[in-house]
């Protein structure tokens, strides 16, 4: 069994700040990444942020340095918590946020994803 599920999302004006969280937990296999998609209407969903469990980050283009992805030092391989740091928000980041975790298992051994239900963050002032 499988729980993804994220929080923190909300209604913040442009130039503000917001965190997201994101709770992962298998009852079997190990969570080797966790990353942040976003989908706003009308478009198709993008990757915002991810990072592996050895600590690797990377992000979607157009964050510029403006999120942060980052871990809780308190976890195991088969539960995590993932945040989302966002900074300087502006309308174009308006959008459902969806938290995903890729989980290594099963017999013959693959990865599957899993997502969460997603976060509404909405930059309006």
């Known amino acids: 069994q499988v729980q993804v599920v994220e929080s923190g999302g909300g209604l913040v004006q442009p130039g503000g700040s917001l965190r997201l969280s994101c709770h992962a937990s298998v009852s079997m296999g190990n969570i080797v990444a966790m990353g942040w998609y976003r989908q706003a209407p009308g478009k198709q969903r993008e990757k915002v942020a991810k990072i592996t469990s050895d600590g690797i980050e990377s992000y979607g283009d157009f964050v510029k340095s403006r999120f942060t992805i980052s871990r809780d030092a308190a976890e195991t391989t088969a539960e995590k918590t993932m945040y989302l740091q966002m900074n300087n928000l502006n309308s174009e980041d308006t959008a459902v946020y969806y938290c995903?975790?890729?989980?290594?298992?099963?017999?013959?051994?693959?990865?599957?994803?899993?997502w969460g239900q997603g976060t509404q963050v909405t930059v309006s002032s």
């Open positions: 995903k975790a890729d989980v290594l298992g099963g017999n013959p051994m693959m990865v599957v994803d899993y």
